[in-house]
Structures are given as C-alpha cells and as structure tokens.
C-alpha cells in the first residue's frame, strides 16, 4: 500500500514537471511566431513605403495622383489634410472640411469613353456630306459659335435613307467653368456631361425632367457648347411631323414653322436624336453635319437672356447668351425688349 502511495506521487511529480516544460516549450514558440510575424510586418511597412517612394518618383501624373490619393486613404478621419503653397487642386476637387471629393481623371476618362466613330463609307454617303462644315468652323470661342450657327443648315441622314434639313435660328451658350447654369460650372467632369471637354463639334445630347432631350456641340474651351433651341424645317417635314406625332409628347394639326421644332425637346424628337448620340463628332459622323448653304441673306441676330435658368443668379439668369434671329417663325420665344433694342 505504501508503495503504491510513493508510485502515485512519483508520477504525479513527473506529470506536472512535464506541463510545465510543455508550456515553457509553447511559450518559446510563440514568442518565436510573434518575432517572425512583426519582422513581416516590418518588411512589409518598408516594401510598402519604398513602392510609395518609387511612385512619388515616377514622372507619369497618373501614378502619382494614384500613390497620393492611397496615402490619403490611410489616414484617419481626424487627420487634418494639408496642401502646400503653390500646388493645385484639379477638376471636382474640394477640400473643405478636412475631406477630398473624388479627383476625376479627365484624360483617363476620354480614353475610356473615347469618340465614336462611323464616319461616311460609300461614294453615296460622301457626296452627300460632301458640303460639311469642318472641324476649324466648331474651334471657336462659345459665344461666337453661338452666333455662328444661326443660319446654317442642319442636316440628318437617317438609316433608312430619309434625309432630314433644317435651318437653326436659335441657339444658346454655356461657358463652362465659370457659368453657373453650365453642367462644367467650376469644372465638373462628370461621364455625363464629358462630351463638353470633347474636342469643337462633338455632339451632347442629354435628358432633362427624365423625358426631354437637348441637343448641343461643344465649343472652344473647356466644358463649353452650345445648346441647339429652334430649327426652321426644310426638307423631310413629312417624316418630322411623323416623329413628333407618335412620340411621348404627342401633338396634332403641328404647322411646321410653329410648333415642328421650335424647341430643344421638339428638334430631339423630329431629327430621332437621343443620348445614344453623345461623342459622335459633326466634323466625321456619317448622321449628323452642318452646311452652309449660302442662301441665308442678312438677318438681325437678337440678344436676350437664356430661358429656364433663374435658380442660377440675377448675373447669369440676365446675361444675354441666347440669340435667335430677329422675326423668323420658328423661335421658340421672343424677348419683345431685346427686339425693341435690336431694331
């Protein structure tokens, strides 16, 4: 009994002598692992500070705006963001309080939604565009281009074969960066609205009230065009006053000098124009292009200020960057006081 006792005590001895050593061991190999995962994590903080380096070094913009913009992101959301005398901000940037709005990259941007092309193909198709206005007619200040347009012929070559003209006796101006009732004021760059920093001529066609369409061609400058308001019909009114009489805003007994395509919505509607048309260029698309077909005399251009922008401010709603000519049927709206003055 008395031996069986000491062996009992023996063994409890040993076992705990080796629970002991079992956790001096696991002890060993965990401070091990923690040595071997913070030596990791060091490797990995200097790879990642030397990569951050090397593209801080690097002389394309696009690295360097990119290496930035994930430092930033590592900071946290108290961390006050400074920005060093001289240096400055790009398009849709804002630093006020203490957060960057999202920089968009304008040249990466026109390369992703580069320019559509579909330019004429058969002898057909070049004798009929063979009158187009080219690229050095569109590269003009916005409001110059304005004025320009009035008088001149526009003209849609449908797939069908319809051919559709039309005179333009009202246009609109946007300045861009520094006109508040443009869709670029203080440069915004948006996929929406990137047509407007598109090279002179690119057409912009956008929805407005989720149903109506405007028609518009970039200018000189960036985020500047010209918004497209009233047409007077020439040739192909039967198939206009089809387009218009089975679309949303359908109407009856239209008179073609009235009521056809005095609008932006109207001339959207009775050329078949949608946003599917953005980024296409009148200097080469095969479906859209202007003419200057001599015959469209002297006429008085009338200056008055544009419609529908009173949200913007007495300087912009007043400013007069709308022109028409002076009594054609076909204006969407006379400005009877800026007539008065123009006569």
């Known amino acids: 009994m008395k031996r069986t006792r000491a062996a009992a005590k023996i063994q409890q001895q040993n076992t705990i002598e080796k629970n002991k050593n079992d956790e001096e061991t696991a002890s060993k190999i965990q401070t091990t692992s923690m040595v071997v995962n913070e030596r990791q994590k060091l490797n990995f903080k200097s790879l990642q500070k030397q990569n951050s380096k090397n593209a801080c070094d690097t002389s394309d913009p696009h690295i360097t705006a990119a290496s930035k913009k994930s430092k930033n992101n590592q900071k946290g959301p108290n961390t006050e963001i400074r920005i060093e005398e001289g240096e400055k901000l790009g398009p849709n940037t804002s630093p006020g309080k203490g957060k960057l709005r999202a920089v968009v990259d304008l040249q990466m941007m026109k390369k992703e939604l580069s320019q559509l092309e579909d330019p004429p193909v058969t ?19 916005c409001e ?18 319809t051919i559709l003209k039309g005179r333009i006796v009202e246009t609109e101006g946007y300045l861009g960066a520094i006109d508040k009732a443009s869709q670029t004021y203080q440069n915004k760059i948006t996929p929406r609205n990137l047509p407007m920093y598109m090279p002179p001529g690119t057409i912009y066609v956008y929805m407005t009230y989720g149903m109506y369409h405007c028609f518009n061609i970039s200018s000189q400058g960036d985020g500047c065009a010209v918004l497209v308001r ?38 959207c509607i009775a050329y078949q124009l949608n946003k599917e048309h953005s980024r296409y260029s009148l200097c080469t698309w095969k479906g859209l292009w202007l003419e200057d077909d001599g015959a469209a005399g002297d006429f008085k251009i009338v200056k008055s200020a544009r419609i529908g922008i009173d949200s913007c401010g007495s300087e912009w709603a007043n400013k007069p960057l709308r022109f028409y000519v002076y009594g054609n049927k076909s204006v969407s709206k006379r400005d009877k006081k800026a007539e008065m003055e123009t006569s």
């Open 123 to 141: 002898p057909w198709e070049k004798e009929l565009s063979s009158n187009r206005l080219q690229y050095d007619f569109f590269d003009t200040p």
């Open 144 to 161: 110059e281009l304005a004025q320009q347009l009035l008088g001149k012929i526009l003209v849609r070559y449908l797939e069908n074969g």
């Open 230 to 267: 009233a047409i007077e019909p020439l040739e192909g009114i039967t198939h206009m006053v089809d387009q218009r009489n089975t679309s949303k805003t359908r109407k009856t007994n239209l008179k073609p000098h009235e009521q056809l395509c005095n609008g932006p919505s109207k001339l």
